[in-house]
Every structure is written in C-alpha cells, then in structure tokens.
C-alpha cells in the first residue's frame, strides 16, 4: 500500500506540474516569436510526451518494476524503430527546420514542382497545399527542404510579367501605348507602381515584350494575369497589330540543271565493239 500511494502521488505530481508548465511554457514561446505550430508541436506532443514518460518510469520504479531493465528493452525498439523509419524520422527533422527557419507559414501562397496553391497545414512530417483546382496535395517536408520554392506572399506586393509576341514589322512604341492603355481597364492592376512594357527578346519570329504590372496581394496573381493577358490580345486586335505564329521559311533553289550535267559527266563511257 505505500508504495501505490507513492506511485499515486508521483503520478499527481507531474499532472499538476504539467498544468501549472504547460501554459507558461506556451506564453514564453509566443513572446519568442516561435511559430505557432512549432509551440503546439513542442508544448502538446514533445513537452507533454516527455513529462508523461517520466512520471510512469518514476511511478513504475515504486511499484518495484525493474525500470532499468525496461527502459533498455525500450531503447532496443526505438532503435529498430528508427532504423526502419528513417525517411518518416528525416520528415520529421525537415519539418522542425521548417518551423524554425519559416520560409513559409500557413496561409502563404507557393509553386512547388510546378504546383501552385496556398499552405492550409503545416506538420512535422508533411505540409499540405490546396491548389487552385481545389485538390489537396500532401508533400513530405525531405522534399522540401530539398528542392526549390517559391513563396508569393513572403514580401508583399507582386509583379506579373505577361510575355506578348509582335511582329517585325509593327512599332514597338505604338504597341507599348496599345498595351499601356490596356492595363489602365484591368481589375486589380495596382497604378504605383505603374504598368510597363519592356523588350525582353528579338526571337526567330517576333519582337517578344514584357508587359509588366503589380498586384497588391498575392490571392488575386493568377486571376489578374489571366485578366491582363486577354486583355492585352483583345487590345492588340483592336490595334490591328499582328500577333504572329512561329514558322519557318524555306528557299529552294532550281537546280535540275546542274543535276542533269552531274549525271552525265559521272556515266561511264560505252566501250566500242
């Protein structure tokens, strides 16, 4: 019996302490700037995880239970474990780095493998993206933090570069006046900074520009650039400004003359009987 009421009392004593730690602990951590996410990760699983194994190994130990032996037994299986899970274990550590460096939050808009969507959950072994077709993509934090991204919401306002082809023969100010006052009627278009057109290619087949305008958030890029680029092609049309095509040109040369003369000098000459 004084053991059990030993092992009862350590038991009370780590619940209380973890009630009186836990929201402290969750305070200190917010007025450290951590992430929320990465609080909730270290206070409810790690922080909680930790008290609740010591106070059974402690409560254990007074109830006579070999507690050496089967905290051995315990880090044998965590071993196999972790040799068997090593990609979950490498998410995992990504994941924490995520939440430590932040190179993105939940909420943030990111291309990722050609995938653009915005952030909807961050875990320690996957972040979850929702794409503009509503799908859920769910990516490992290894993968993450191996590859490139880019993050659309991390500085604010955007720039859209919308790339439009002209011909040779047009005038490039008389497109860039044309595609100006295109963007001027474009919802979400920003007027600081203003719209510009710039010449970014001389290509095989056209004069290829850059129309280059702002938004002010980063939910409204895609629908602004689907926008500003019909509406640049409709303007251009308007104009009377040719938009063209790739193709190739050919010159051929007549040259059966020369091919006949070819012939006749390499036929060998008949043997006279």
């Known amino acids: 019996m004084p053991r059990l009421v030993a092992a009862m009392g350590i038991g009370a004593g780590f619940w209380l302490l973890q009630r009186i730690t836990v929201p ?23 922080y909680r995880g930790a008290l609740f194994i010591f106070g059974v190994v402690m409560a254990a130990g007074q109830l006579g239970i070999n507690v050496t032996a089967a905290l051995a037994g315990i880090s044998v299986a965590g071993l196999a474990v972790g040799f068997a899970a090593q990609d979950s274990l490498a998410n995992m550590i990504a994941g924490f780095l995520i939440f ?8 943030d808009f990111l291309t990722f493998d050609n995938r653009y969507g915005r952030v909807v959950e961050i875990t320690l072994r996957t972040t979850r993206i929702r794409t503009q077709e509503n799908t859920y993509v769910v990516i490992p934090n290894k993968h993450i933090a191996d590859t490139v991204l880019v993050n659309h919401t991390k500085h604010g306002e955007i720039r859209l570069n919308l790339p439009i082809g002209i011909a040779y023969k047009e005038q490039i100010a008389h497109a860039r006046r044309v595609l100006l006052g ?8 920003e007027k600081t900074p203003q719209p510009d057109v710039v010449v970014d290619e001389l290509g095989s087949s056209s004069v290829n520009l850059l129309v280059r305008v702002w938004v002010s958030q980063p939910e409204l890029e895609r629908p602004v650039f689907y926008r ?3 509406a640049c092609k409709t303007a251009l049309d308007e104009a009377g400004i040719e938009i063209p095509f790739p193709h190739l040109q050919l010159f051929v040369e007549e040259v059966n003359n020369r091919v006949w003369e070819r012939l006749a000098s390499e036929r060998p ?3 006279i009987l």
């Open 269 to 271: 000459a008949r043997s």
């Open 100 to 107: 430590w460096d932040k190179p993105f939050k939940v909420g």
């Open 182 to 189: 295109a963007m001027s009627g474009v919802e979400g278009v």
């Open 24 to 46: 402290a602990l969750r305070t200190l951590l917010h007025h450290a700037g951590f992430d929320p996410s990465l609080t909730k990760l270290l206070v409810d699983n790690i």
């Open 228 to 230: 500003a680029l019909e």
